[in-house]
Antibody, heavy 117, light 110 residues
Framework: EVQLVESGGGLVQPGGSLRLSCAASGFTVSSNYISWVRQAPGKGLEWVSVIYSGGSTYYADSVKGRFTISRDSSKNMLYLQMNSLRAEDTAVYYC???????????WGQGTLVTVSS | QSALTQPASVSGSPGQSITISCTGTSSDVAGYNYVSWYQQHPGKAPKLMIYDVSNRPSGVSNRFSGSKSGNTASLTISGLQAEDEADYYCSSYTSSSTVVFGGGTKLTVL
């Protein structure tokens, strides 16, 4: 059974950093495309980033240069390093197994990141 | 990376059909047959309903169907049921190798 479990969310001050983790089971992270998608409170879904099976990475303009997606094949884990955080980054962050970089077939339960002083 | 355009809300009575539109550009919806639709109930993670414009994942009711014409994709739900009340989001692959979502549509079953 495919499962994705995010962790690492919390309260952080503007300008601060946070690293989100996503533990995957039931499939191999390094053989798949994995995305991060976020949802601000009461708002819609926003695509954040994707890492391809081959290692290529892509980012939304809103986070480019501040966020870094990575994976650890030995642990079957995915990460999102978030730097220079802003209030507008406040959201629930979902880790998601992605098919061919085009659609998401499995989602985690999400982890809440709050950027506030 | 502008969001795809969806109506903020749609409504229908049980048994009726509704259609939600999703308008993009030549760099996303019109350029690729990679439009997906997701259903999200309050407090829950989204669920894939349609992928690659018109394909249904295993387990999704055949009351859900998708189509595309030019830069506009559509999700149609027939035989509306109370459990269909949720938020619906479209998404598309883009020419920048990114993905863009629509703003979301709240479906109310009257």
């Amino acid at each position: 059974e495919v499962q994705l479990v995010e962790s690492g969310g919390g309260l952080v001050q503007p300008g601060g950093s946070l690293r989100l983790s996503c533990a995957a089971s039931g499939f191999t992270v390094s053989s798949n495309y994995i995305s991060w998608v976020r949802q601000a409170p009461g708002k819609g879904l926003e695509w954040v980033s994707v890492i391809y099976s081959g290692g290529s990475t892509y980012y939304a303009d809103s986070v480019k240069g501040r966020f870094t997606i990575s994976r650890d094949s030995s642990k079957n884990m995915l990460y999102l390093q978030m730097n220079s955080l802003r209030a507008e980054d406040t959201a629930v962050y979902y880790c998601a197994k992605t098919v061919g970089a085009t659609h998401i077939d499995y989602w985690g339960q999400g982890t809440l990141v709050t950027v506030s002083s | 990376q502008s969001a795809l355009t969806q109506p903020a809300s749609v409504s229908g009575s049980p048994g009726q059909s509704i259609t939600i539109s999703c308008t993009g550009t030549s760099s996303d919806v019109a350029g690729y047959n990679y439009v997906s639709w997701y259903q999200q109930h309050p407090g829950k993670a989204p669920k894939l309903m349609i992928y690659d414009v018109s394909n249904r994942p295993s387990g999704v009711s055949n009351r859900f169907s998708g189509s595309k014409s030019g830069n506009t994709a559509s999700l149609t739900i027939s035989g509306l049921q109370a459990e269909d009340e949720a938020d619906y989001y479209c998404s598309s692959y883009t020419s920048s190798s990114t993905v863009v979502f629509g703003g979301g549509t709240k479906l109310t079953v009257l």
